[in-house]
Nanobody, 122 residues
Framework: VQLQASGGGLVQAGGSLRLSCAASGLTFSSYLMGWLRQPPGKEREFVAAIVRSGSTTTYADSVKGRFTISRDNAKNTVYLQMNSLKPEDTAVYYC????????????????WGQGTLVTVSS
């Protein structure tokens, strides 16, 4: 399984970025997918998750109303649209393949991409 995340960068507070994660080596449409992030010096934390069909999503309270997760099963890709970015959103963002347990826990994801760095300046 390979997950290739892209789209990170440096943005000013209030700006937007769209992250992408292209998956290979698995039947993408069979898996719930998630985005998690790891701020500098902190633990990896849940950001958003989306079910196999894309019909249901869930978000961390800290990003609700600002971030949108989506997926394109034909392209084996999951996206994270991030709007109204804040300096506290600065982190390495990872996409993950959910395998078991609660979607809100990092240990529930069995495969990870290499991450993409998002830096939000104030």
């Amino acid at each position: 399984v390979q997950l290739q995340a892209s789209g990170g960068g440096l943005v000013q507070a209030g700006g937007s970025l769209r992250l992408s994660c292209a998956a290979s080596g698995l039947t993408f449409s069979s898996y719930l997918m998630g985005w998690l992030r790891q701020p500098p010096g902190k633990e990896r934390e849940f950001v958003a998750a989306i079910v196999r069909s894309g019909s249901t999503t869930t978000y961390a309270d800290s990003v609700k109303g600002r971030f949108t997760i989506s997926r394109d099963n034909a392209k084996n890709t999951v996206y994270l649209q991030m709007n109204s970015l804040k300096p506290e959103d600065t982190a390495v963002y990872y996409c993950g393949v959910y395998v078991t347990g609660s979607v809100y826990y990092k240990t529930s994801y069995g495969y990870w991409g290499q991450g993409t760095l998002v830096t939000v300046s104030s």
